[in-house]
């Protein structure tokens, strides 16, 4: 079955510095989307990515979707501590029940 | 987007027994979807809350386990039968709104711990 592998696993930052999580899937993606947990919370959907070679931007964070809809990055320039929590990236290929795998995560610490 | 109120929020609970959790969305929603979130893991679908029929479970859970109900479009429970230590989790309620979407809106957890 599809297979997401998200690295890396945790990310230890000092504050205002960049941080970047990487996506892969094993199989070519209808669309890819990302989820933030902050500690204690639940996920919260940040954004879709649907076009090949696909890059948004949500004020200091840039998704970017690879040109074979196999890959996927978030940068995040300048962190803040706001940043704090567990990305995830799920990947959307149409089958199964939710049609979503998810990765394993990354979480960001930061140092201030 | 969809608001959804889940609870109990957490419970600690005694080996053997069994808890009911309640998801409940502000509108009606096409798909509602029950997951499962160990301590510091990733996400794990265990299985489709199908309004006036039995939930599609995933490979690995069963019914008698996680029964679920989906009487209306907006209400679902989910029940961990028979509890062990190893049920410790967060349990997820989330919604897909329309026939089309796939961006999934989650509740806010039901952290279970069992003793």
Not at chain 2, 74 to 85: A, E, K, R, Y
């Amino acid at each position: 079955g599809q297979q997401v592998m998200q690295i890396p696993q945790y990310q230890h930052v000092q504050e205002g510095e960049d941080f970047t999580t990487y996506c892969n899937s094993s199989t070519t993606l209808s669309n890819i989307q990302w989820y933030k947990q902050r500690p204690g919370g639940h996920p919260v959907f940040l954004i879709q990515l649907v076009k090949s070679g696909e890059v948004k931007k949500q004020k200091r964070l840039t998704f970017q979707f690879g040109e074979a809809k196999k890959n996927s990055s978030l940068h995040i320039t300048a962190t803040q501590t706001t940043d704090v929590g567990t990305y995830f990236c799920a990947g959307f290929s149409g089958g199964g029940a939710d049609g979503l795998t998810f990765g394993k995560g990354t979480h960001l610490i930061i140092q201030p | 987007s969809a608001v959804i109120s889940q609870k109990p929020s957490r419970d600690i609970c005694q080996r053997g027994t069994s808890l009911t959790i309640q998801c409940q969305v502000d509108s009606q929603v096409t798909m509602m979807f029950w997951y499962r979130q160990q301590p510091g893991q990733s996400l794990t679908l265990i299985a489709t809350a199908n309004q006036g029929s039995e939930a599609t479970y995933e490979s690995g859970f069963v019914i008698d386990k996680f029964p679920i109900s989906r009487p209306n479009l907006t209400f679902s429970t989910l029940t961990v039968s028979n509890m062990s230590p190893e049920d410790s989790s967060i349990y997820l309620c989330s919604v897909k709104k329309g026939s089309g979407a796939n961006v999934l809106t989650f509740g806010a957890g039901s952290r279970l711990t069992v003793l």
